[in-house]
């Protein structure tokens, strides 16, 4: 059974930082693709970050690049997401996916999801 856990939600100030966590197991993890994602309320979900396990390929949506680093521990089965510089509008639910990696960023590919993280960045 694929199991994703995030962990590391919370609420900071406008300018401070966050690490997210997404814990995976019952999967060959070098095999795929990591994404985060999130949703605020009345918003469409949408991709933040990614990385293909295998190559260390790494992909970011442009109103976080400079801002935010995604990493993975591959022993550990885990990938994180370091946020820096926070601001209000990054406030959202984020959920980390399993995708194929040639479907990085691409959020109507991803096959497994986890239950999400809020994350509240208050001004």
């Known amino acids: 059974e694929v199991q994703l856990v995030e962990s590391g939600g919370g609420l900071v100030q406008a300018g401070g930082s966050l690490r997210l966590s997404c814990a995976a197991s019952?999967?060959?993890?070098?095999?795929?693709?990591i994404g985060w994602f999130r949703q605020a309320p009345g918003k469409e979900r949408e991709e933040v970050s990614c990385?293909?396990?295998?190559?260390?390929?790494?992909y970011y949506t442009d109103s976080v690049r400079g801002r935010f680093t995604i990493s993975s521990d591959n022993a550990k089965n885990t990938v994180y997401l370091q946020m820096n510089s926070l601001k209000p509008e990054d406030t959202g639910v984020y959920y980390c996916?399993?995708?194929?990696?040639?479907?990085?960023?691409?959020?109507?590919?991803?096959?497994?999801w986890g239950p999400g993280t809020q994350v509240t960045v208050s001004s």
């Open positions: 996916a399993t995708a194929r990696p040639e479907f990085c960023m691409v959020v109507t590919k991803t096959l497994d």
């Open positions: 019952g999967f060959t993890f070098d095999d795929y693709a």
């Open positions: 990385i293909v396990i295998s190559d260390g390929s790494i």
